[in-house]
């Protein structure tokens, strides 16, 4: 089976364009043919990439508090300035919306220092079950290859959710001075297509 989704269908549907021109290969592997200790390596480096702040001050729990941390915001991680609160609703519904803030805006002056993301109309903290700010490696692990709190996805559909994901794209390419996610989204993409076909190992197994 073999998967491709082009940055061209992207622009068509009006994407962003710093996501234009990134085109990501969806390509599964044999079940079963990655052993287990390449597995693990591959695990390792998607908790390089989970753990990065491009995708872990959006991953917090109940809280409800989205995080500033990262060289950009210089010093110790802190919560979101402003009393930004997202509240159950994860979009700020009960207090400020995100979108207040972080609208989708297709102009460069979004990308300045210090400047909110502006980059998808969506922008919202990921549900609580996907907690990863501050979490181990043997949590996360835990965490994203349990279909109760993954939002019932299997490695493949992972995968498919990390390209469609205008966000992500953006967590590679965010501009503003904010560092990079480690890697390339898809080289990430590739991780997890490796890592579940060697059957989503964990080190605590
Ligand atoms: C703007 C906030 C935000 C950022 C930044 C963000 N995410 Fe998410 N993430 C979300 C939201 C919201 C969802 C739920 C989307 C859904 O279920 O359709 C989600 C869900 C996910 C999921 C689905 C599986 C699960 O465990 O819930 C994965 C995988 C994921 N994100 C990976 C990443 C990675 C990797 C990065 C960094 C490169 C990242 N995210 C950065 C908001 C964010
Ligand atoms: C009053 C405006 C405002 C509101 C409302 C707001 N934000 Fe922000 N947000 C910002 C600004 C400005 C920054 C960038 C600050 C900087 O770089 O110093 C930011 C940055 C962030 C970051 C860090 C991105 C990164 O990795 O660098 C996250 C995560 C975030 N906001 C999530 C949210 C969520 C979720 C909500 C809704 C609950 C929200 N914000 C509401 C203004 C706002």
């Not at 073999?2 to 592997?29: F, N, Q, Y």
């Not at 390339?184 to 059957?199: F, R, Y």
Request: proline share 8%.
């Amino acid at each position: 089976m073999r998967i491709m989704h082009l940055g061209v269908i992207a622009a068509l549907l009006s994407t962003p364009i710093w996501a234009a021109d990134t085109e990501i290969e969806i390509t599964p592997l044999p079940e079963g043919s990655v052993n287990s200790e390449d597995g693990l390596a591959a695990w390792d480096r998607i908790y390089q990439v989970t753990s990065h702040p491009r995708c872990s001050n959006c991953h917090v729990g109940a809280s409800n508090v989205p995080m500033w941390s990262g060289p950009s915001y210089g010093g110790k991680p802190r919560p979101h300035g402003m009393n930004v609160n997202a509240g159950e609703s994860r979009i700020g519904a009960e207090y400020v919306l995100c979108s207040t803030c972080h609208a989708y805006r297709e102009v460069t002056g979004t990308r300045l220092p210090h400047a909110a993301p502006q980059v998808a109309a969506d922008w919202r903290l990921a549900p609580v079950e996907a907690e990863w700010f501050g979490k181990s490696s043997d949590y996360i692990c835990a965490q994203l290859r349990d279909p109760a709190r993954n939002g019932d996805r299997s490695y493949l559909d992972v995968a498919a959710h990390l390209e469609h994901d205008v966000i992500l794209h953006w967590a590679w390419d965010p501009g503003a001075k904010r560092e990079p996610a480690p890697f390339s989204l898809q080289e990430h993409v590739n991780d997890i297509l490796a890592w579940g076909a060697a059957g989503m190992p964990c080190a605590t197994d």
